[in-house]
């Protein structure tokens, strides 16, 4: 039987899986102690765990455990990768080359260090969303210490030639850092193969728990060097300090044990369900995908209705599906999407855009009802406007 409301909006975050929660709840009771207390049996166990926890993440991207340092999210660890590049790199230059359509993560911290001094490249993307790789070669300079660029987009999934990318900055001589959150779980990401030396990615968009996630940092060929961000006790070898959020670690690690297990299968059966969703809503005849013709992740789709407003669209299927607007993806603000204006999209198609995002429960039959309500939508509409 089809269960109402129907989420579709996985990009924004997803449920923990029920395995997760389940790895999860003697770390908050029972065994609840501190990873950092060397001289007892309970700083012992949660040791333990966050271990445990730190080889599970590691494993899902093909890092060693020793690269990974815990953080509270992707928006931390795309923080610190940046600001942390910058203090460490600050004799060799202060000039950083990013992409127009990354994660606010990304730009307001590039934002806040050019208040800093720094000066920072904003590579133009295409109609389909993707880097121009020549660009990026001819945007390095002598001063230039980093590049980001992430590895697939979380409004339209468009995903960057990652390797072409780092193989640039290998070349040049210029650390790598990905934020690479989408894709994590989604595909298959190994940093040694994408070559990247810094990459973020998060607990919380693949079926783990809020408030946790991960920076990689390279530690060989070449070994890449922070300023930590947090100074305090030294935990995660000085580059964040903190008290560990066991139970969150260890839920994070459940999940990327999990994703790692369904990557083939989940990743087609995504890909299956996003065509089904996509050709029966093209048939209503005013819809345009997104990044339609770029290489794109398997379970997301931003789609633009001619003459309809995103913001309306989502609404009216509020109640009953869960999908996100253009405008609202940049959060509080009420901005057409930074992303699709990029991407050469006008305000008002920018604003007529809605992401539909697919996961792990979603199922066939929500999808026929989500594209059957989101085509009765734009009838009515239609409708509408002939009567005035
Ligand atoms: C969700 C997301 C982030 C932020 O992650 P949090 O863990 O919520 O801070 C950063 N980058 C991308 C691409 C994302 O999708």
């Known amino acids: 039987m089809l269960k109402l409301p129907i989420y579709l909006d996985y990009n924004a975050t997803t449920p923990c899986d029920p395995a997760v929660v389940e790895e999860m709840l003697p770390y908050f009771s029972r065994s609840f102690g501190n990873a950092a207390s060397r001289h007892h049996v309970f700083g012992w166990q949660a040791a333990e765990a966050v271990e445990q926890g730190r080889e599970r993440v590691a494993a899902l991207v093909g890092a060693e455990p020793g690269e990974i340092v815990f953080t509270s999210g992707a928006t931390e660890s795309c923080n610190l990768a940046i600001k942390g590049v910058y203090e460490t790199y600050a004799s060799k230059g202060n000039h950083i080359i990013t992409s127009a359509t990354e994660h606010s993560a990304v730009l307001d911290a590039c934002r806040h260090l050019e208040r800093l001094g720094a000066e920072v490249s904003y590579l133009e993307s295409d109609q389909d969303g993707l880097i121009d790789v020549e660009a990026l070669e001819a945007a390095v300079r002598p001063a230039t210490i980093l590049i980001a660029v992430m590895y697939a987009n979380n409004e339209t999934g468009v995903m960057q030639p990652v390797r072409q990318v780092s193989a640039v900055a290998r070349d040049r001589g210029v650390v790598f850092f990905c934020d690479m959150t989408q894709a994590v779980g989604k595909i298959p990401v190994d940093v040694n193969r994408d070559g990247l030396d810094l990459a973020a990615f998060s607990s919380h968009k693949i079926y783990g728990p809020k408030g946790v996630g991960a920076l990689y940092v390279r530690r060989r060929n070449p070994r890449v060097r922070l300023t930590a961000q947090l100074d305090g006790g030294g935990h995660e070898k000085g580059m964040r300090s903190g008290t560990l959020n066991v139970p969150g670690i260890v839920g994070f690690g459940k999940a990327c044990e999990i994703c790692g297990k369904e990557l083939h299968d989940g990743r087609e059966r995504l890909g299956r369900l996003r065509s089904r969703l996509e050709s029966d809503i093209l048939e209503s005849g005013i819809a345009s995908v997104n990044g339609g013709a770029a290489p794109r992740l ?27 607007s253009g405008s609202a993806c940049s959060s509080a603000s009420m901005e057409p999407s930074h992303v699709l204006k990029a991407m050469g999209l006008t305000d008002e198609q920018a604003r007529s855009s809605v992401r539909f995002s697919i996961g792990r429960f979603s199922t066939e039959e929500e999808i026929d009802y989500v594209s059957r309500r989101v085509r009765e939508i734009i009838n009515q509409t239609d409708q509408k406007e002939v009567k005035l």
């Open 298 to 324: 398997p379970h997301v789709s931003s789609i633009s209705f001619e003459g309809m407003e995103g913001e309306n669209l989502a609404s009216a299927l509020g109640r009953d599906v869960a999908v996100s």
